[in-house]
C-alpha cells in the first residue's frame, strides 16, 4: 500500500507560481510512474502530466505544456509539480497518482494510488 500526501496548493493571482509537491510512503517510489491530475467544479478529472519511473518519460496536456514541469525525487520519495503562468483555467484540485505499471499513461483508471488533493485557486 502507498500513502500519497499533496503539499504546496493556495490561492495565487493570475500570471504567478506554484510548486505542488507529492511525498509517498513505502520503499516502492521508485519503480512507480506517477501522475499529476486536475478535477474543477462540474468538469471531469484530467490528466495534467506524468512521469515514468526512471524520470525518462514525461508526459504533459495540451493545455499546460510550456508551462507546467514535473519532476521526481526518488531519494526523497518525492514527485513535483511546478506551475508557472497560472490562469483562472487552471483553478482545480489537484492530485497525484502512483501506478505500478511501467508504462506512462494519461488514463486515470490505470493508476492504483491517489492522494487527497491539494486545492489550487487562481484568481483573475
Known amino acids: 500500500q502507498v500513502q500519497l500526501v499533496e503539499s504546496g496548493g493556495g490561492l495565487v493571482q493570475a500570471g504567478g507560481s506554484l510548486r505542488l509537491s507529492c511525498a509517498a510512503s513505502?520503499?516502492?517510489?521508485?519503480?512507480?510512474?506517477m501522475g499529476w491530475f486536475r478535477q474543477a467544479p462540474g468538469k471531469e478529472r484530467e490528466f495534467v502530466a506524468g512521469?515514468?519511473?526512471?524520470?525518462?518519460?514525461?508526459d504533459y496536456a495540451d493545455s499546460v505544456k510550456g508551462r507546467f514541469t514535473i519532476s521526481r525525487d526518488n531519494a526523497k520519495n518525492t514527485v513535483y509539480l511546478q506551475m508557472n503562468s497560472l490562469n483562472a483555467e487552471d483553478t482545480a484540485v489537484y492530485y497525484c497518482?502512483?501506478?505500478?505499471?511501467?508504462?506512462?499513461?494519461?488514463?486515470?483508471?490505470?493508476?492504483?494510488?491517489w492522494g487527497q488533493g491539494t486545492q489550487v485557486t487562481v484568481s483573475s
Open positions: 497518482a502512483a501506478d505500478r505499471g511501467m508504462l506512462l499513461t494519461t488514463i486515470s483508471q490505470t493508476y492504483d494510488y
Open positions: 513505502g520503499r516502492a517510489f521508485s519503480t512507480y510512474t
Open positions: 512521469i515514468r519511473w526512471d524520470g525518462n518519460r514525461i
